[in-house]
């Protein structure tokens, strides 16, 4: 197998990389209206404008601002705030049901289903003790119906089709109305045909606010769902009868590097909400000092019952909030453990190449197919060089392997972002402030480029190494891989 140039190859990612960081930024830069709507008059607009497709990609930044009943406001991750109308002491929102197009990351868009023009739906965010009337149209070609996650109401509110209503059909709106008597971080997702509707991205949150404020408050208040998606490469339509082998791993249906950052500044204490209704379970690990786990569907738990950990498994239908000081200033690594979900798409059920010389393979192939590239023989990081170098993949699909960071690839994609700590980063701006500039005493510097350089103590090595990459280990018929040499344990 030919060895990559890899000067062309950091040439060409840097070009590449540029085109995908501009799509990111200006996604990034256009989430967040103001939102504090509480004085916004909607009430003699008609249904079509009063559930507009939402302004977040077209609004400015803004830094927030507190909300006229206290509350700092949740930022959701690429996402939105529900706007709502006062009517006698109600607050009244609108959700429509609807067909969209949405895009994970440049170069993926499908034809998904959400709530107002997006998936996932917009955030209703609300107060303790507060009275809400929530309308929802149904814009779809089949019946739905909203159940509200994990909060208290009357049963004929809670929104299971058959079970507490009629379904809704195809252009009817239904009216739920309650008084809410707790606060946490909740969700609102179908509970109709749900298998399909939430493949398709019917979900959202609904975050309510404690009426006393809190007793430790926070600085920053983040918030998203985690979800998971069968786009199969070449198709536009999320496939929803998969029930494990999915293609995309999403926070707030993005995927990683079109997923924001979360940025906040030394000393800050930042809340992080996330909420589960993919398929799968996810270990969610932040970089840097560890956090304290401190809510869930149950609201903020009392302090006696806050956990420090450094990864929090967020169960499906779950939602847990951890808490963090930042001590040191940094890029930090923010993504679930589980090491498929920071991947983007690629086949589960092909041979494993490590280790097998596939050149012969490859010219056979290029025979039939022009520009065959073998992979895998090291390792599958070469998959992001290929990228690089314009390797063009199926139809509307993602790299494996993608993002790129100020000394490389990141070799992520996905359930993954970054969360940056700067000690400069101004209360409430919650603009991107760009790569981390390391102190130069304060990162890790090659020392040799000799792979025999030191004495390390080592058990079992196949052999000294003589130059370059690892040595492919060959192994005699007959004999056992050292490493599985039992007796050897101990020594
Ligand atoms: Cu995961």
């Known amino acids: 197998m030919e060895k990559p140039d890899y000067s062309r190859r950091r040439l060409l990612q840097l070009a590449g990389s540029a085109g995908l960081l501009a799509g990111v930024t200006r996604t990034a830069s256009a989430q967040h209206e103001g939102h504090d709507m509480s004085t916004m008059d909607m009430s003699d607009m008609n249904m079509e404008k009063a559930a507009p497709t939402p302004p977040p990609e077209l609004a400015p930044p803004a830094a927030l601002k507190r909300h006229s009943q206290g509350y700092l406001p949740v930022r959701t991750l690429n996402g939105w705030t529900l706007p709502y109308t006062m009517k006698g002491g109600v607050k009244e929102f609108h959700l429509v049901a609807e067909e969209i197009e949405h895009e994970f990351a440049p170069g993926s868009r499908a034809k998904c289903w959400g709530y107002n023009g997006t998936t996932p739906g917009p955030t209703i965010e609300v107060v303790e003790g507060d009275r809400v009337r929530l309308l929802v149209t149904n814009r779809l070609g089949e019946p739905t119906s909203v159940h509200w996650h994990g909060i208290d109401l009357p049963a004929g509110y809670d929104g299971v089709a058959g079970l507490n209503q009629p379904a809704i059909k195809p252009g ?256 409430g701006d919650y603009s991107d402030p760009g790569a981390y500039r390391y102190p130069k005493h304060l990162i890790a510097k090659k020392v040799s480029g000799d792979p025999d350089f030191g004495d390390p103590p080592r058990r079992n090595p196949y052999g000294k190494s003589t130059s370059g990459p690892l040595a492919t280990p060959t192994m005699p018929k007959g004999e056992s891989m050292p490493g599985m040499d039992h007796s050897q344990h101990g020594r």
């Open 172 to 427: 009817e709106t239904f009216a739920y109305e309650f008084t809410l008597k707790q606060h946490g971080t909740h969700m609102y997702h179908p509970h109709a045909d749900e298998m399909t509707q939430m493949a398709f991205g019917m979900m959202g949150l609904f975050i309510i606010h404690p009426k006393a404020g809190e007793e430790v408050p926070v600085d920053r208040d983040y918030a998203f769902l985690l979800h998971n998606w069968a786009l199969h490469p070449g198709t536009y339509r999320p496939d929803p009868a998969v029930m494990q082998d999915f293609d995309l791993w999403t926070f707030n249906s993005k995927v990683f590097p079109a997923i924001e950052n979360l940025v906040m500044r030394t000393g800050e204490r930042m809340r992080i909400r996330m909420g589960n209704l993919s398929m799968w379970n996810h270990p969610i690990h932040l970089h840097s000092n560890p956090f304290w786990v401190t809510g869930s569907d149950g609201g903020r738990w009392p302090r006696n019952q806050w956990r420090r950990e450094v990864t929090e498994i967020v169960g499906v239908g779950q939602m847990r909030d951890i808490e963090f000081i930042a001590t040191e200033p940094g890029d930090w690594a923010f993504h679930c453990h589980m090491a498929h979900h920071t991947m983007g798409p690629m086949g589960h059920a092909i041979p494993n190449p490590a280790g097998v010389d596939q050149s012969g393979v490859e010219a056979e192939i290029r025979k039939f197919l022009p520009g065959y590239g073998a992979m895998g023989q090291f390792g599958m990081a070469e998959h992001s060089g290929h990228v690089a170098m314009g390797l063009p993949g199926p139809d509307n699909t993602l790299p494996m392997m993608t993002g790129e960071g100020q000394f490389g690839p990141i070799e992520m994609g996905g359930m993954f972002t970054v969360v940056k700590v700067r000690d400069d980063q101004k209360a």
